[in-house]
């Protein structure tokens, strides 16, 4: 087990330790918002469980994933946007639960349900592809987030199933932080000094990956000359 696999599977968070973060921070009706997302978040994926076990050795149910994806942004990014943080506990509700965009839209305001639907593969054909062109700061910081948490917890699954992620991961996500790193100026001027932890997360994805495809031996497909 690599030292980066030590880190993560350690003390899992819970509510209080979440929203003490925010608490000094948000608004009341900011902080209403957020607790109104995780909430649903816990609600609409209870009994998903994630490959990812736990300290007793049993898998993790799903809603830790979300709560850990908002928590990279809140605190290894120092993002305190009330829209992105709703979005990032509620970014998987579109493909895994009855959530619905206009219910997200109509619950929160048109910003989080954009991002939500942004970050969302639905279709799955293409999905990369777009937003490598049209994926604007806000949906790939959370993607970034979410790709991040994945990596730093693939070593649950199968070693099939890590083969799969690594060829994925390595030869297409790059593409989206190159997009992100294109957006540097934007994303400065909005939130100063955020481009240094998101370029050590790109860097720390890809670490992990380059390490894992050594340790399992994958061979990464040929790209296509044209």
């Known amino acids: 087990m690599s030292e980066t696999e030590v880190i993560v599977t350690t003390t899992i968070e819970n509510r209080a330790t979440f929203f003490a973060r925010l608490k000094p921070l948000l608004s009341a009706h900011d902080l209403l918002l957020v ?3 995780y909430q649903l978040a816990k609600d609409y994926h209870r009994n998903q ?3 990812q076990l736990g300290d007793d050795g049993n898998p993790l149910r799903y809603f830790e994933h979300l709560r850990d994806v908002t928590l990279i942004l809140i605190d290894e990014f120092n993002i305190i946007d009330v ?3 709703c979005a990032a506990l509620l970014h998987d509700a579109l493909e895994d639960t009855q959530l619905t965009i206009e219910m997200i839209e109509h619950i929160f305001n ?14 799955k054909e293409g999905y ?3 937003l490598a062109k049209f994926g604007d700061w806000k949906v790939l910081v959370v993607k970034l987030a979410d790709n991040l948490h994945n990596c730093r917890t693939m070593h649950h699954g199968t070693e099939a199933w890590q083969a799969k992620q690594v060829i994925k991961r390595l030869t297409k996500y790059n593409a989206l932080w190159a997009r992100l790193d294109k957006l540097h100026f934007e994303i400065e001027k909005i939130h100063p000094g955020i481009m240094a932890s998101i ?3 790109t860097s720390d994805c890809n670490t992990i990956l380059q390490k894992k495809k050594d340790e ?4 990464l497909p040929s790209p296509h000359v044209n």
């Open 35 to 37: 607790t109104i997302a």
């Open 83 to 85: 829209d992105i943080i």
């Open 110 to 123: 048109k910003e989080v349900a954009r991002i939500v639907r942004c970050v969302t593969a639905i279709p």
């Open 199 to 201: 370029l050590g997360a």
């Open 49 to 51: 469980a994630r490959k």
């Open 128 to 130: 990369v592809d777009r």
């Open 216 to 219: 399992l031996g994958v061979q």
